[in-house]
């Protein structure tokens, strides 16, 4: 009857703290034998079973349920399956799991890491969110030009604009010109403040825009 009515709607106030581990964790067990780790795992942080709750985590790994996972290593202060399982998702390119894992721990090495490879495969959103949460501005810089390179100049535009470089966001609106791409153009010229560029192709090109 209480797994029926689930760990959220449980109200166990009423016994002693070893009284309420005990039935948590009771709880915890079945539901993972049971197949319901969503409970389960809700029954661990409760009871304050990281051993369990890891194991949890393995489980939703098994079933690719990575997001899961990873949530579970973090809410079991497990560095080290946060690092393995980090690693694991960066090999399959699970970038956005990769990303919350190292985040977890904070890891700077880890994270410029997976910034790089993020770089390397053209994933730029993933490499922004992780060198803006770094604060590295040189590796921003860095991105920027990639994306640059690879035509995506919304991307170089948003790193461009996040670091403030004037002149290389009017270099980007200088690409964008030659590209056709006047709206982007515009966007970039606006951001770096420069009048001449934007009166340019106002003037010249407004009725595209």
Do not use: P, W
């Not at 449980?10 to 948590?24: A, G, I, K, Q, Y």
């Not at 994306?147 to 991307?155: D, K, P, R, S």
């Amino acid at each position: 009857m209480l797994m029926e009515k689930g760990v959220d709607n449980l109200n166990l106030s009423m016994f002693s703290e070893d009284m309420r581990s005990t039935v948590l964790n009771t709880l915890g067990d079945e539901y993972t034998r049971r197949g319901n780790l969503n409970e389960a795992a809700k029954a661990y942080i409760l009871a304050g079973n990281r051993t369990k709750l890891s194991i949890v985590g393995k489980d939703f790994e098994r079933l690719c349920l990575f997001d899961r996972a990873v949530e579970a290593f973090k809410m079991a202060g497990d560095n080290d399956e946060l690092i393995r399982v980090g690693l694991k998702c960066m090999e399959e390119g699970r970038f956005a799991q990769s990303v919350a894992a190292f985040k977890a721990i904070n890891s700077a090495e880890l994270l410029t890491k997976l910034g790089d490879e993020c770089v390397a495969k053209g994933k730029f959103d993933y490499a922004f969110e992780i060198f803006n949460f770094l604060g590295d501005d040189a590796k921003l810089a860095y991105v920027g030009e990639a994306c640059v390179q690879e035509g995506q100049f919304a991307h170089a535009i948003k790193a461009f604009k996040h670091i403030n470089d004037h002149d290389k966001l009017n270099k980007v609106g200088e690409a964008c010109l030659k590209n056709g791409l006047m709206n982007s153009a515009l966007e970039a010229f606006t951001i770096a403040e420069n009048a001449t560029m934007i009166q340019f192709i106002k003037e010249n090109f407004g009725q595209v825009m």
